[in-house]
């Protein structure tokens, strides 16, 4: 008999775990969230911290006034297939929303008629082509929980897919809306001319480089600096990560990705009338709000051309490593991730 290895072990332990057919779990349908129609989202995945911390505030029974009375009626727990960090959490992620009255159902399928909404929320960006697609054909507006995928590609081939069923979807990280990021976007510090954000940088062998923790970093850079990045060039080692980014009207952005010493979020924004230090971390409830707000009224608060050039930025910086540190541009990234996404069936 062939052994089982340690990730299929982890796999098998967890859906079983789970129960996933919620066998002896004692939960009647009366016990369920009484989430009302038009207010029901669903998550998939439940191996990412994010799900539990998304199902307390909007669950709990004082939910502001800003979340609108949506709640967390259901969600389907698979996750990760082979990440063993994510695999092991799912059975006591699955336990912690189901005391908060959350319906745990045995597939994608099942879970779309329960829900108005979906929050995907897997932590394997390998996995979120594949599992969007029948949430857009069953014409659900979605939130994609970062990494929007694991490659430019597919992140492409869900936008296209999303034009194709005509239904709005979008993807953040939270530290877009890091404290004093709202300074920056008034305008307080005049038109911005440079930027350097910080975050760490945490490496997933499956994932590209920065895909797995370093987005968030990078988030922070493209809310302050916007669109326009022509090229990038990357320097890194064990520890650190240092990605310049030169923009169209000659700014210039830098990510640091941190992997030793003291890990941290933030940055400085310099513009023509002041310099602006961002930080602390603000939660997740600041892009909580703009799910909500998302899904009331199907205005993306993230626009795709955004989101596509934040992942062309990392693909590009994981080039420009492997080529030494060259400068790498942008638009050729994007035009090869166009070529694979093209052929990709949505």
């Keep these: 008999m062939r052994k089982t290895g340690r990730r299929e072990f982890l796999l098998t332990t967890a859906l079983s775990g789970i129960g996933l057919g919620l066998a002896g779990a004692g939960m009647k349908n009366s016990q369920l969230y009484p989430a009302d129609s038009g207010k029901r989202i669903g998550i998939i995945g439940l191996d990412t911290s994010h799900s539990v911390a998304f199902t307390k505030t909007l669950n709990s029974a004082d939910a ?165 990045c022509k090229s990038v060039t990357r320097v890194s080692n064990d520890d650190t990560d240092l990605v310049v980014g030169i923009w169209n009207d000659a700014g210039i952005g830098t990510f640091r990705g941190i992997r030793s010493g003291k890990a941290d979020y933030g940055g400085t924004v310099y513009g023509e009338n002041g310099i602006k230090i961002l930080g602390p971390y603000a939660g997740y409830n600041p892009l909580l709000i703009h799910i909500i707000q998302f899904f009331k009224t199907g205005v993306v608060p993230v626009k795709e051309e955004e989101t596509l050039e934040i992942l062309a930025f990392m693909e590009a910086a994981d080039i420009s490593k492997a080529q030494g540190g060259k400068s790498v541009e942008l638009t050729k990234v994007m035009e090869k991730a166009r070529a694979k996404a093209a052929k990709l069936t949505i």
Aim: hydrophobic letters at 40%; charged letters at 20%; zero cysteines.
């Design 64 to 228: 502001g006034a800003e979340f609108g009375g949506f709640k967390i009626a259901a969600a389907y727990p698979k996750g990760s297939n082979d990440i063993a960090s994510s695999v092991e959490r799912i059975p006591g992620y699955t336990a912690e929303v189901q005391k908060m009255g959350v319906e745990i159902v045995n597939s994608i399928e099942e879970l779309l008629p329960k829900v108005d909404f979906v929050l995907l929320e897997t932590n394997d960006g390998r996995l979120h082509l594949e599992q969007a697609l029948p949430v857009l054909k069953a014409g659900k507006r979605m939130f994609i929980d970062k990494p929007m995928t694991a490659s430019l590609a597919d992140a492409i081939a869900i936008f296209d897919a999303a034009k194709k069923y005509n239904v709005p979807v979008f993807s953040s990280s939270s530290l877009r809306y890091i404290t004093g990021m709202d300074e920056v976007l008034s305008g307080k510090i005049g038109k911005v001319t440079g930027a350097e954000a910080y975050s760490p940088a945490k490496l997933e062998k499956t994932h590209p480089d920065l895909f797995w923790y370093g987005i968030h970093g990078v988030e922070t850079l493209f809310t302050t600096m916007g669109t326009g």
